[in-house]
Each structure stands twice: as structure tokens, then as C-alpha cells.
């Protein structure tokens, strides 16, 4: 079982960036996927990020060429840098590590606030 630990998140200015992290400790042998989801205020959970064990890069519409997904496979962590913030992108930012087994597992999250 992984643990995974969010971290990053804060209060910005609309335009402004943020960098968000997400740290994975235990087994993390398996792990096929992590991506990154967006929950704002009274909205559904959505992905906006993913990458692959082998680097495969996936973004929504919303987020596409504003934020950019990495992984730091020697320290198990999978950022999210996030440029040009919106208002519509406050909310809970989540990331979830999915397994070839298909168990999935999730952090508890980071709020990002962004300003207007």
C-alpha cells in the first residue's frame, strides 16, 4: 500500500504560479499512473493531469498549456506546475496513484486559492 502526501498549495494571485508536489511512500512497485485532480467548491472531483510510469503526459482542455505534470521517479514524487492561475482553478487538488491491479489510491489533498 502507498501513502501519498500533497503539498504545495496556498493562496495566489489570478496569473500567478504555484507548484504543487505529490510524495509517495511505502510500495509504490506497481504504480502504472498518478495523476492529479481538481475539485472546486461544490463540483465533482476531475483530472486535469497525468503522467505514466514511462513519462506519457495527458492534460484536460482546461489546464493544457497552463500546467505541466512531472515525475521524479528517484524521489517518488510527481509535481504539478501550475502557470497563468485562473480563479476557476481554486480548489482541492488531489493526486491519485493507480496500480496494474487496478486498486487506486488517493492523498487527502491541497487547496490552492486563486484571487481575482
Known amino acids: 500500500q502507498v501513502q501519498l502526501v500533497e503539498s504545495g498549495g496556498g493562496l495566489v494571485q489570478a496569473g500567478g504560479s504555484l507548484r504543487l508536489s505529490c510524495a509517495a511512500s511505502?510500495?509504490?512497485?506497481?504504480?502504472?499512473?498518478t495523476g492529479w485532480y481538481h475539485q472546486a467548491p461544490g463540483k465533482q472531483r476531475e483530472l486535469v493531469a497525468s503522467?505514466?510510469?514511462?513519462?506519457?503526459?495527458s492534460y484536460s482542455d482546461s489546464v493544457k498549456g497552463r500546467f505541466t505534470i512531472s515525475r521524479d521517479n528517484a524521489k517518488d514524487t510527481v509535481n504539478l506546475q501550475m502557470n497563468s492561475l485562473k480563479p476557476e482553478d481554486t480548489g482541492d487538488y488531489y493526486c491519485?496513484?493507480?496500480?496494474?491491479?487496478?486498486?487506486?489510491?488517493w492523498g487527502k489533498g491541497t487547496l490552492v486559492t486563486v484571487s481575482s
Open positions: 491519485k496513484a493507480s496500480y496494474y491491479s487496478g486498486m487506486d489510491f
Open positions: 511505502g510500495n509504490t512497485f506497481g504504480i502504472f499512473r
Open positions: 503522467i505514466s510510469t514511462g513519462g506519457t503526459t
